[in-house]
């Protein structure tokens, strides 16, 4: 059974900085491709950041771009997001998902293309 739990969620004030992590459980890690999406109170989810399977392919979204940074270690079956200079506008619930490429070092961009989600961390930035 796949499984993934983020950490490192808080409260941080504007300026701050937060790793978030993401521990996959159920899967060979390297087989897939990750990525980490938002969602607001009333809005939509939002992509954030991907990277591919060997971690040398990333891709971010432009509202994160210089901000944050995404690696994964597939020894330790973990990948993570680096949130610096954080802004009011970045807090929400940060998801980490996965999705199955095998040998392919294709990034994965669409929330609708990855089958499995962590529950997610509150990432809460004050002004």
């Known amino acids: 059974q796949v499984q993934l739990v983020e950490s490192g969620g808080g409260l941080v004030q504007a300026g701050g900085s937060l790793r978030l992590s993401c521990v996959a459980s159920g899967v060979t890690f390297s087989n897939y491709a990750m990525g980490w999406f938002r969602q607001a109170p009333g809005e939509e989810r939002e992509f954030v950041a991907a990277?591919?399977?060997?971690?040398?392919?990333?891709y971010y979204a432009d509202s994160v771009k210089g901000r944050f940074t995404t690696s994964r270690d597939n020894a330790k079956d973990t990948v993570y997001l680096q949130m610096n200079s954080l802004k009011p506008e970045d807090t929400a619930v940060y998801c980490c998902a996965a999705e199955w490429v095998g040998g392919s070092s294709r990034l994965v961009l669409k929330g609708n293309d990855y089958d499995y989600w962590g529950q997610g961390t509150q990432v809460t930035v004050s002004s």
């Open positions: 990277i591919n399977w060997s971690g040398r392919s990333t």
